[in-house]
């Protein structure tokens, strides 16, 4: 079945430390987007893709990096400059320029912080 | 600031009746509207899109409509089931869009059903 893997379920980080959440889809999308969900609030975007070895900053990008090496992986890093990290992480996939193309989402990655 | 918010916040009804969701958005012009559901710990599952010219929109018990002048949607469901109880996300695309890059997310409606 397609679809797309996050992994993991659960991280914790630790004062200082960088972690990587990893996101890849075999749906064959060119686009892909990671998204911060916090509670009562809707969700916000950190960074997107459009094409392989191109990203591009969402509405806050601050204190995250992502690589786009391949078309079917998106990975997230979470670096120390991020002062709350504590949320849930969705990655999504669509493909590029339809905009009737609703996306398909990820089950997400959960992040506490130690 | 474009805009999109969904009320009630939670509702709990009983399995078996109905209900509806509401989304009021302030994103003008718009491209197309969508209805999430989000599971407790899971990502949201795309359950409708309308475009702006699209009045109703069914996937099996659920039904959107969208009203353009108003800036209004709903979601309806009938005869609700257990498996219902999840997170509505209610999301807007501006007609500025080329795809998916500046989307509008609403907080999403808590709909819990007791047997």
């Known amino acids: 079945d397609g679809g797309i893997t996050q992994s993991p379920k659960y991280l914790f980080r630790k004062e200082g430390q960088n972690v990587t959440l990893s996101c890849e889809q075999n749906?064959?999308?060119?686009?892909m987007y990671w998204y911060r969900q916090d509670p009562g609030q809707g969700l916000r975007l950190i960074y997107y893709s459009q094409i392989v070895n191109d990203f591009q900053k969402g509405d806050i990008a601050e204190g995250y990096s992502v690589s786009r090496e391949k078309k079917e992986s998106f990975p997230l890093t979470v670096t120390s400059a991020q002062k709350n990290p504590t949320a849930f992480y969705l990655c999504a996939s669509s493909p590029r320029d339809r905009v009737n193309q609703p996306q398909h989402f990820g089950d997400g990655t959960r992040l506490s912080i130690l | 600031k474009n805009q999109v918010e969904q009320s009630p916040q939670s509702l709990i009804i009983l399995e078996g009746k109905n209900c509806t969701l509401q989304c009021n958005y302030t994103v003008s012009p718009f491209s197309n509207l969508r209805w999430y559901k989000q599971d407790t710990g899971r990502g949201p599952v795309s359950l409708t899109i309308m475009t702006f010219s699209e009045n109703t929109k069914s996937n099996g018990r659920y039904t959107a409509t969208l009203d353009a002048d108003t800036k209004q949607s709903s979601l309806h469901i009938t005869a609700s089931q257990l498996s219902d109880s999840a997170s509505y996300i209610c999301?807007?695309?501006?007609?500025?869009?080329?795809?998916?890059?500046?989307?509008?997310f609403g907080t999403g409606t808590r709909l819990t059903i007791i047997p």
């Open positions: 749906l064959n999308h060119d686009a």
């Open positions: 999301v807007v695309s501006p007609l500025t869009n080329f795809g998916n890059e500046k989307l509008t």
